[in-house]
């Protein structure tokens, strides 16, 4: 084999070689660059929807992961306090909140809590207290979300200046809701009563003043209802009276009373 072929043959050889190893190369990946893990706390949030009014269950809320460099610091982190769900279930929402949104305090109001009554009541209702007794509340049987009736009792002198005094009595609201009635513990005959001296009525504008009206004219009693009036579609006989309030004047004597439905 003369010189010539062998140098081609030992350039092809090496050319070859070198082309083999630029593809083994090129096969071999690249580092890759580490992740960065993003780091996260739980947050309470909302699991549904929660309208305004609404009182928070146990089903309405619940913890997600949520970016802690965008978790605001008026936000509930489980990591601060493990025990919030249990703590707000109860509360009522001041403002709507939205599914998965973050649950801030400053939007619900503990039961116990100042804002708590108006957070219950219905649009257009007002609350209106009212002084009362074992005699006159249904020797403390009526509870909150009870519905009642108040009777008006008065006394007044005979017209003859000679006989008995007359006592009269006319209810002057029909199935109101009580909101919240004021319970403590007093020992009477050597047992432990339990004894409410004020009940909060959710009553309509015109309801309120007829109430305030009735308190300077003589003694209001609460009648309990039953809860059978209370059932959706119940109708009893007394289910208008509630919106039929009128002022009934006798010489310089003004009387505020209900009206029967029949009435007009």
Do not use: H
Not at 181 to 205: F, M, R, S, Y
Not at 235 to 243: I, L, M, T, V, Y
């Amino acid at each position: 084999m003369n010189r010539a072929r062998i140098v081609v043959l030992a350039i092809a050889v090496a050319a070859g070689g070198v082309a083999a190893y630029l593809a083994s190369g090129s096969d071999i990946a690249s580092p890759t660059a580490p992740v960065v893990q993003m780091e996260t706390t739980d947050v309470l949030v909302a699991r549904s929807d929660i309208g305004l009014g609404q009182q928070v269950t146990a089903d309405d809320l619940q913890w997600q992961s949520w970016p802690a460099s965008t978790a605001s610091s008026s936000f509930i982190r489980r990591s601060d306090r493990a025990d919030a769900m249990t703590q707000l279930v109860g509360s009522i929402a001041r403002s709507p909140m939205l599914t998965g949104e973050p649950i801030r305090e400053t939007k619900l109001v503990k039961s116990d809590g100042s804002g708590f009554m108006a957070a219950i009541l219905p649009s257009g209702m007002r609350a209106v207290s009212t002084e009362i007794s074992p005699e006159t509340g249904a020797g403390g049987f009526i509870l909150p979300n009870d519905r009642v009736d108040v009777i008006l009792s008065r006394r007044t002198k005979n017209p003859d200046g000679a006989g008995a005094d007359i006592f009269n009595s006319s209810a002057i609201l029909s199935d109101v809701r009580v909101l919240a009635i004021d319970q403590t513990v007093e020992e009477k005959n050597g047992q432990k009563v339990v004894v409410g001296k004020t009940a909060t009525l959710e009553l309509k504008p015109r309801q309120t003043e007829a109430l305030a009206q009735a308190r300077q004219s003589g003694t209001l009693s609460l009648a309990l209802r039953s809860l059978v009036d209370a059932r959706p579609g119940a109708k009893s006989a007394n289910d208008d009276e509630a919106d039929k309030v009128v002022t009934i004047y006798r010489g310089t004597n003004r009387y505020t009373v209900s009206c029967s439905p029949s009435c007009n």
